[in-house]
């Protein structure tokens, strides 16, 4: 090999090898007017326009690069069943009435006299109607979003009781939150009309954001079952409680398995710090450590820290068993729009079963 041209060929047909192997070849993608042929099939025969449906899942599979697998598709289609029955604005029983009171709880809360909150609801909208009269009448979450934007940017007191915030938190088909919207508005591939608000209540933008916020993070799950959880608790909300459950079995402490591992906004620990800070010495990790780690906690970087690891490794010894990765978030659903005891649990459950019977369907 002391030849100048062998050296040369030998360290081409390496940096070539190397190259092949840093690159992970693409598995081919179905072309889209297939993947729109699958979801026409998939979707139940009762909902109307099911060309238009598959055409707006199909473009924003394409558009944010994830796998339109028979497992994707129907999970979208599973979640988008269960908050809407495929209604774009779906109507909330009885939402007039819990939009007056979100009003007269928030004038009391600012020790706002009721008389001056009546007078302003009769002004005229820009409508024509009066606020009043168009409250009445407000049936979808759509609706009353437009409403409370025009009372916070018309009247002074829509702005002393609301500031700039709409208190409408989610839209669209499948219901997904209008802060994460406007959080993963990058890469939108339509023209905003108005708002990111205003594209949530639609079925393109509503579609769009409900499968970035159902499937545009990675998750090491076993079952799509943990990744509905996480619809609705938030992302890696089933492997910060099965992370909650160890700590908990380490300690000896109690802990709530909601899947929140710190208080947001707030640099006072909350108790699931506190339990691991509990574990210091076991850990061998210190309070900042500790803290600097749980604040990976909605990021797949949380299983790779030492804290994670430690956590699980000190759990196991003490319980001699694996222990699970994975575990259902123990949240009670509130909101003025529940009228009944739900939970996370029962939510995704609910998701599996209509996921199951679209899988059956793909097969």
């Given at each position: 090999?002391?030849?100048?041209?062998?050296?040369?060929?030998?360290l081409c047909?390496l940096?070539a090898l190397?190259?092949?192997?840093?690159?992970?070849?693409?598995?081919?993608?179905?072309?889209?007017a297939e993947?729109r042929a699958?979801?026409?099939?998939l979707?139940?025969?009762s909902?109307?326009?099911r060309?238009g449906?598959?055409a707006?899942?199909q473009a924003a599979?394409?558009a944010q690069?994830?796998a339109?697998?028979?497992?994707?598709?129907?999970a979208v289609?599973?979640v988008?069943?269960q908050?809407?029955?495929?209604q774009?604005?779906?109507p909330v029983?009885?939402?007039?009435k819990?939009?007056?009171?979100e009003?007269?709880r928030?004038a009391?809360?600012?020790?706002?006299?009721a008389?001056l909150?009546?007078?302003?609801?009769k002004?005229d909208?820009p409508t024509?109607?009066?606020?009043e009269?168009?409250?009445a009448?407000?049936?979808?979450e759509?609706e009353?979003s437009?409403?409370?934007?025009d009372?916070?940017?018309?009247?002074?007191?829509?702005q002393?009781?609301f500031?700039?915030?709409?208190?409408v938190?989610t839209?669209g088909?499948m219901q997904?939150?209008i802060?994460f919207?406007?959080a993963h508005?990058?890469?939108y591939?339509y023209?905003v009309r108005g708002?990111?608000?205003?594209?949530v209540f639609t079925?393109?933008?509503?579609?769009?954001?409900?499968?970035?916020?159902?499937l545009g993070?990675?998750a090491?799950?076993?079952r799509?079952?943990?990744?509905?959880?996480?619809f609705?608790?938030?992302?890696y909300a089933?492997?910060?409680a099965?992370?909650?459950q160890?700590?908990?079995?380490?300690s000896?402490?109690?802990l709530?398995?909601?899947?929140?591992l710190?208080?947001?906004g707030?640099?006072k620990?909350?108790?699931t710090?506190?339990a691991?800070r509990?574990?210091q010495k076991q850990?061998?990790?210190?309070?900042s450590?500790?803290?600097?780690d749980?604040?990976?906690g909605?990021?797949l970087?949380?299983?790779?820290?030492r804290l994670?690891?430690?956590?699980?490794a000190?759990?196991e010894r003490?319980?001699?068993r694996?222990?699970p990765?994975?575990?259902?978030p123990?949240?009670d659903l509130k909101s003025?729009?529940?009228t009944?005891?739900?939970?996370?649990?029962w939510?995704a459950r609910r998701v599996?079963e209509?996921?199951?019977r679209?899988?059956?369907?793909?097969r």
């Open positions: 090999m002391n030849n100048p041209v062998s050296r040369l060929v030998l047909t940096l190397a190259a092949c192997g840093a690159q992970r070849p693409r598995e081919p993608q179905a072309p889209p993947v699958t979801l026409v099939r979707l139940p025969a909902v109307a326009d060309h449906w598959a707006d899942i599979f394409t690069g994830i339109p697998s028979a497992s994707n598709l129907c289609l599973a988008t069943e908050e809407s029955t495929y774009v604005d779906p029983p009885g939402l007039a819990i939009a007056r009171q009003i007269q928030r009391g809360r600012l020790h706002v006299p008389f909150v009546n007078s302003a609801l002004l909208s024509g109607k009066t606020y009269q168009r409250l009448r407000v049936r979808t759509k009353l437009a409403l409370f934007d009372f916070i940017g018309m009247v002074p007191l829509g002393q009781l500031g700039t915030f709409n208190p938190h839209g088909p997904v939150s802060a919207a406007e508005a990058k890469g591939p023209p708002s990111i608000r205003q594209e079925r393109r933008g509503g579609m769009y954001f409900g499968i970035a916020h159902l993070y990675p090491d799950y076993s799509p079952l943990y990744r509905f959880a996480d609705n608790a938030g992302w089933s492997r910060n099965a992370f909650q160890a700590v908990s079995l380490a000896g402490i109690a709530a398995l909601d899947g929140d710190v208080i947001h707030s640099s620990a909350g108790a710090e506190l691991v509990a574990l850990l061998d990790l210190s309070d450590a500790i803290r600097r749980l604040l990976k909605d990021r970087a949380f299983g790779e820290t994670y690891q430690r956590v699980f000190l759990a003490i319980e001699r694996k222990l990765r994975e575990a259902m123990g949240i003025p729009k529940i009944r005891k739900l939970t996370t649990e939510f599996d209509r996921y199951q679209c899988m059956t369907r793909a």
